[in-house]
């Protein structure tokens, strides 16, 4: 035979239980919203505490060689030859910001002959070629935009939507080069 559920009448709970599991229940509630919030703010303020200052680009700080055999010597005009690119940074500034692509674009040795630019580009902020294309231009290995050294790193090719900031430079009480001013713009990615 079927078995019913009994019809004998149930002990309800008292209103001092109901109002206890209401408290255990907003108390659990709360602590599992301060976990989530406690989730996203412990990763943030993991990365700012490993964020560091930048130092800005100063007037008066030599051109060094970023890379290769020269690395850390000062850039000499003398060194370069008309459609050279070499990337340098100011002395003591080794930050990625800092980064100098330098262009020789035109003979002689006297700061006319050169063009600085930033060597992080405005697309998405991957670190230019230091090398010329064979088209003279300065090239982002990332997504192909071209940037003309000769026309102020103006864009003219790929998706970049912005030259390249200038930054103006001059020669040094030592014959380097040196930087004579900040970048013209803003770094990378704006």
Do not use: W
Request: with cysteine.
């Amino acid at each position: 035979m079927a078995q019913f559920p009994s019809t004998e009448p149930v002990e309800s709970d008292s209103p001092e239980e109901i109002t206890t599991r209401r408290r255990v229940m907003k108390d659990l509630i709360a602590f599992s919203v301060g976990a989530f919030a406690l989730a996203f703010a412990l990763p943030a303020l993991a990365i700012k505490s490993l964020s560091f200052e930048k130092k800005a680009v100063a007037a008066g700080d030599s051109l060094v060689y970023a890379t290769g055999e020269k690395s850390g010597q000062p850039v000499i005009p003398g060194d370069l030859k008309a459609g050279d690119g070499v990337q340098a940074f100011p002395n003591g500034n080794n930050q990625p910001d800092a980064l100098v692509e330098l262009v020789k674009i035109g003979d002689g040795d006297d700061i006319a002959a050169f063009a600085a630019y930033s060597a992080i580009c405005t697309h998405l902020g991957c670190t230019v070629n230091a090398k010329l294309n064979p088209e003279g231009h300065i090239s982002c290995p990332c997504h192909a935009s071209q940037f003309d050294p000769k026309d102020g790193a103006k864009v003219v090719g790929g998706p970049a939507g912005r030259p390249l900031p200038s930054l103006p430079i001059k020669i040094g009480d030592d014959g380097s080069i040196a930087v004579d001013g900040p970048f013209s713009g803003p770094i990378g990615v704006q």
